[in-house]
């Protein structure tokens, strides 16, 4: 039984404090002291590391996601959609999934915490796992722009993270180009430029295999409720690596 069926089913405590706990607190019913951050429990044991790991990475991306959606002041009916959307299509969540994730969108809304006190606290936990604040970031890109357009509003606050997280603009820079219309995207997948040398792109595209393998990811906290995210960033991966070769002639 993974994190969120031992939640569900009340029998764990853990350690986690700060925006992210207050936030499962109120959407599991667990009580947590915010300033020692640590949870007692009678009923169980603890959460591994890398279960509260999953459980900072669900709750993160949600509570991110909210208050993102809110930046302008209110949530949008498509906003909403989009959110919806990712939950379906591209996690592919259980009802039971999608009811949690939901009541901790709503959770979060409701939180007088700020988007860069989601972003710090997320930061801390992953700081040492670039992959997994590299898919942070895309979730919230990927979210923005399903509806085609990312307002200058959501593009700041998405910078905020950004700059938290250490990324680096220019990397930013091609993680959202990938989701430009064009051959162009190819080579962001790859962290690649079009005037790189055939032995740079390969030896890229290798250590993208090995690093966003989704046993690597998983291994690093990645929710299984994120699987299917991390099957198709890795499919895109490769897909990307097939066209370009392609283009090529490799």
């Known amino acids: 039984m993974g994190w969120l069926g031992k939640i569900v089913g009340g029998t764990l405590g853990f350690a986690i404090g700060g925006p992210i706990g207050a936030v499962a607190g109120a959407t599991f019913g667990h009580a947590f002291d915010l300033n020692e951050e640590r949870y007692f429990s009678t009923k169980g044991a603890l959460l591994s590391g890398n279960e509260q790991s999953q459980l900072t990475f669900f709750v993160a991306s949600f509570s991110m996601l909210a208050k993102l959606a809110k930046v ?9 959609n989009s959110v919806q959307q990712f939950m379906v299509h591209d996690l592919n969540l259980s009802p039971e999934g999608q009811r949690i994730a939901i009541n901790i969108f709503q959770a979060a809304d409701k939180s007088s915490e700020s988007f860069e006190r989601f972003a710090f606290q997320f930061y801390g936990r992953f700081r040492n796992n670039p992959q997994m604040l590299e898919l942070m970031i895309d979730i919230l890109l990927r979210v923005s722009l399903a509806d085609g357009a ?23 820079i091609k993680l959202k180009s990938r989701y430009a219309d064009d ?33 690597t990811i998983a291994s690093k906290g990645l929710p299984e409720e994120f699987t299917k995210f991390a099957n198709d960033k890795f499919r895109e991966i490769q897909e990307a690596y097939e066209s370009v070769k392609q283009e090529r002639g490799l």
């Open 183 to 215: 051959n162009g995207k190819y080579y962001s997948v790859l962290g690649c430029e079009r005037g790189d040398s055939d032995d740079v792109i390969k030896k890229k595209y290798r250590k993208l295999v090995f690093d966003y393998h989704p046993d």
């Open 150 to 172: 990312l307002n200058n509003r959501e593009e700041q606050l998405i910078l905020e993270a950004v700059r938290t997280f250490n990324f680096g603009e220019d990397a930013y």
């Open 72 to 80: 302008d002041g209110r949530i949008s009916e498509e906003e909403i």
